[in-house]
């Protein structure tokens, strides 16, 4: 089992960066695949970004695609998330997520553990 924790979220304006952290705790993390999510008000949760198990392979929602980088360091047991250029609409809690089998995958369904979430709010 791992345990999550993201941090890094904040209030930021409008073609600014951030970048998210999300430690894990437990064992094996270089075992899991690693996606970052995200939740904004009155809607669903969508997948963001994701990354495997030795950080070769990413995927990006098309939303993000050239703005977000994600990555990782096996040996902090970290997982990033690299936002430049942020635009308001980019306004959500953002959730990062460990799948056990390590695919990489943009479906919430295969992912095992979640973390509690870090808001990301961007003003105009």
């Known amino acids: 089992q791992v345990q999550l924790v993201e941090s890094g979220g904040g209030l930021v304006q409008a073609g600014g960066s951030l970048r998210l952290s999300c430690a894990a705790s437990?064992?094996?993390?270089?075992?899991?695949?690693m996606g970052w999510f995200r939740q904004a008000p009155g809607k669903e949760r969508e997948f963001v970004a994701a990354i495997s198990r030795g950080g070769f392979t990413t995927y990006y929602a098309d939303s993000i695609k050239g703005r977000f980088t994600i990555s990782r360091d096996n040996a902090k047991n970290t997982v990033y998330l690299r936002m430049n250029s942020l635009k308001p609409e980019d306004t959500a809690v953002y959730y990062c997520?460990?799948?056990?089998?390590?695919?990489?995958?943009?479906?919430?369904?295969?992912?095992?553990?979640w973390g509690q979430g870090t808001q990301v709010t961007v003003s105009s």
């Open positions: 437990g064992r094996s993390f270089d075992t899991y695949s």
């Open positions: 997520a460990a799948d056990r089998s390590g695919v990489v995958s943009s479906s919430l369904v295969n992912y095992d553990y």
